[in-house]
């Protein structure tokens, strides 16, 4: 069975501070998503990452996926308030229509 | 610019009560999937449809069945709803490469 986990579960912290978020697995995933979910709404998805070791930035959120392609991680930097939501990893593996989710990072920015 | 849509937003159930819960999309995929959402547990995957006409067992099918209606909509059946139940579902439809857009949800309370 494939699992992923994730941490923290929950972060809360001051603007203008970093974070990163982890994602890992004992498994080796074809592919991993991460997604941003808002109170009252569903994920949406924020970035897929393919190649082992590859990183991607979008604005001030880095994604890096390991070489190995277990474990991947989500750091931001000056975080601001409006990045405050539930963060999900998912990594594609076996099935080609099943994905393999994290149980979510609640991440609170406060002013 | 609908995406998923998802039917009802909220619902409150008495033990042993029966309802459907109702997903379309309009971007043509062929995939779709219903999650179920607990604090904590992150998605976990009810059942899903890889294509029109077919229907397979997530994670955690018992208590509940579906309909694959056409290419576009794909209904959730609890026949005699339980407290366990309780949580909020999440419809989700893709078209390739496990990419998954989501509805807003439906929040069920079974008192």
């Known amino acids: 069975t494939q699992l992923l986990e994730q941490s923290p579960q929950f972060l809360s912290i001051q603007e203008g501070e970093n974070l990163t978020v982890y994602c890992n697995s004992s498994?080796?995933?074809?592919?991993l998503q991460w997604y941003r979910q808002e109170p009252g709404e569903g994920p949406v998805l924020l970035v897929t990452?393919?190649?082992g070791g590859e990183v991607k930035k979008l604005k001030r959120l880095t994604f890096q996926f390991g070489d190995a392609r277990k474990d991947s991680s989500l750091h931001i930097t000056a975080a601001q308030p409006g990045d405050t939501g539930l963060y999900l990893c998912?990594?594609?593996?076996?099935?080609?229509?099943?994905?393999?989710w994290g149980a979510g990072t609640k991440l609170i920015i406060k002013p | 610019n609908a995406g998923v849509t998802q039917t009802p937003k909220f619902q409150v159930l008495k033990t042993g009560q029966s309802m459907t819960l109702q997903c379309a999309q309009d971007?043509?995929?062929?995939?779709m999937y219903w999650y179920r959402q607990d604090p904590g547990m992150g998605l976990r995957l009810i059942y899903y449809?890889?294509?029109?006409?077919?229907?397979d067992k997530g994670e955690v099918p018992n208590g509940y069945n579906v309909s694959r209606l056409n290419k576009r909509e794909f209904s959730l059946r609890l026949e005699s709803a339980a407290p366990s139940q309780t949580s909020v579902y999440f419809c989700?439809?893709?078209?390739?490469?496990?990419?998954?857009?989501f509805g807003a949800g439906t929040r069920l309370s079974v008192l």
């Open positions: 998912a990594g594609a593996g076996d099935s080609n229509y099943q994905l393999i």
């Open positions: 449809s890889a294509s029109e006409g077919t229907t």
């Open positions: 498994s080796v995933f074809s592919s």
């Open positions: 989700a439809s893709s078209r390739q490469g496990n990419i998954q857009y």
């Open positions: 990452v393919v190649t």
């Open positions: 971007m043509n995929h062929n995939s």
